[in-house]
């Protein structure tokens, strides 16, 4: 079975400082991996994913992603915060094989100070 | 394109109505799944669906129904409503494997 865990349920950072959102995984075979976020009120929209051809991988609003498959971890890293990165953000984790149920990590709720 | 679509955008219910949330796809997608979002507890699974005539239950069954006839529709029954229903529920539909999932834009569902 797979599983996900954010490690923070809210992090808050001072605009135009440095973003880090944390995930670790866990799956019994090779797993695909996903960042999405949601705006308030708003449905989910895909930043980035994991396609085993790359580690580092890039996402949308200069987002980017590094899986690391010795730590099990696929953190989330933006250098410079803007206003409008404020919203929560949910790692995903789905098998590349088999039944591929979407699962979800509790989310990050992302604060972003003036 | 119309993605998913999920209807109703809001609802009411009392206790013990039942009522049907709709979700279509129009990308021919064979994956289809209904999650519910509570405040610090992410997106859980509801049911999930791998195609039409195949459905299963994922981590929140018990109160709800799946059928999938079609491999367009995924309708989700509340078959006898309880206010611990009280959540938003979002449809989502994707081809599998290391593509994009696609998401409904939410019911938020009230049950008093």
């Known amino acids: 079975a797979q599983s996900v865990t954010q490690l923070d349920s809210h992090v808050s950072v001072s605009e135009g400082t440095p973003v880090l959102l944390r995930c670790n995984y866990s799956?019994?075979?090779?797993?695909?991996l996903f960042w999405y976020v949601q705006h308030p009120n708003k449905g989910l929209q895909l930043l980035l994913k994991?396609?085993?051809?790359?580690?580092l991988v890039k996402g949308i609003n200069g987002f980017e992603a590094e899986f690391k498959k010795s730590e099990t971890s696929f953190h989330l890293t933006k250098p410079s915060a803007h206003m409008s990165d404020a919203a929560e953000y949910f790692c995903?984790?789905?098998?590349?094989?088999?039944?591929?149920?979407?699962?979800f990590g509790q989310g990050t709720r992302l604060t972003i100070n003036p | 394109n119309a993605g998913v679509t999920q209807t109703p955008k809001f609802q009411v219910l009392k206790t013990g109505q039942s009522m049907t949330l709709q979700c279509a796809q129009d990308?021919?997608?064979?994956?289809m799944s209904w999650y519910r979002q509570d405040p610090g507890m992410g997106l859980r699974l509801i049911h999930y669906?791998?195609?039409?005539?195949?459905?299963d239950q994922g981590e929140v069954p018990n109160g709800y129904n799946v059928s999938r006839s079609t491999t367009e529709d995924f309708p989700l029954r509340l078959l006898s409503a309880a206010p611990s229903q009280t959540s938003v529920y979002f449809c989502?539909?994707?081809?599998?494997?290391?593509?994009?999932?696609?998401f409904g834009q939410g019911t938020r569902l009230t049950v008093v």
């Open positions: 989502a539909s994707y081809r599998g494997g290391d593509t994009e999932a696609f």
């Open positions: 994991y396609t085993s051809a790359a580690t």
């Open positions: 990308m021919n997608h064979e994956y």
């Open positions: 995903v984790v789905t098998l590349t094989q088999g039944a591929q149920k979407l699962v």
């Open positions: 669906s791998v195609g039409a005539g195949i459905t």
């Open positions: 799956s019994s075979y090779s797993p695909s």
